[in-house]
């Protein structure tokens, strides 16, 4: 089994940025634990805070991987077009985010993603990500 996790904006500053909201852990630590508990898929980590690089991952795997989880960060409450690259793509793509985006401000409420997505899973920390690979399981 394949799963790609693809990660956008300020995501690269976990573990320093908000750990109130966001935690103590870096993704890349979170990423090496996945790989141990679950050897039987081939991971790949993708992480930019530049969208086209997101919609360019999101096409490159579309189509051959089992899964995608995706955390557009601040892109999900912005960007047409990786919603658009998440429905033009055949591989199922799980919308992923640490916090609870509803207990946050209100702009934080819409997601361009979620109506083109396999399910949405949010507000559980970086379990989040796990839960998610749970559903390709």
């Known amino acids: 089994?394949?799963?790609s996790i693809i990660n956008g904006p300020n995501l690269n500053l976990l573990g320093q940025r908000e750990p109130s909201v966001y935690g103590n852990q870096?993704?890349?630590e979170y990423f090496t634990t996945l790989q141990i508990k679950y050897p039987a898929i081939a991971f790949t980590y993708f992480q930019s805070n530049i969208e086209g690089e997101l919609i360019d991952k999101i096409q490159e795997?579309?189509?051959s991987f089992d899964g995608i989880i995706l955390?557009?960060?601040a892109y999900t409450h912005t960007s047409i077009g990786i919603?658009?690259?998440v429905k033009a793509v055949t591989t199922p793509v799980v919308e992923v985010h640490i916090s609870n985006t509803f207990f946050r401000?209100?702009?934080r409420h819409q997601s361009y993603i979620s109506?083109?997505?396999k399910g949405v899973i949010l507000g559980f920390?970086?379990?989040s990500y796990e839960l998610a690979i749970q559903s390709f399981l």
Do not use: H, P, W, Y
């Open 125 to 127: 920390g970086l379990k």
């Open 61 to 63: 795997f579309g189509f």
């Open 71 to 73: 955390n557009a960060g």
């Open 105 to 107: 401000e209100s702009f």
């Open 1 to 3: 089994m394949k799963i």
């Open 26 to 28: 870096t993704f890349e």
């Open 83 to 85: 919603g658009d690259a």
């Open 115 to 117: 109506g083109n997505a």
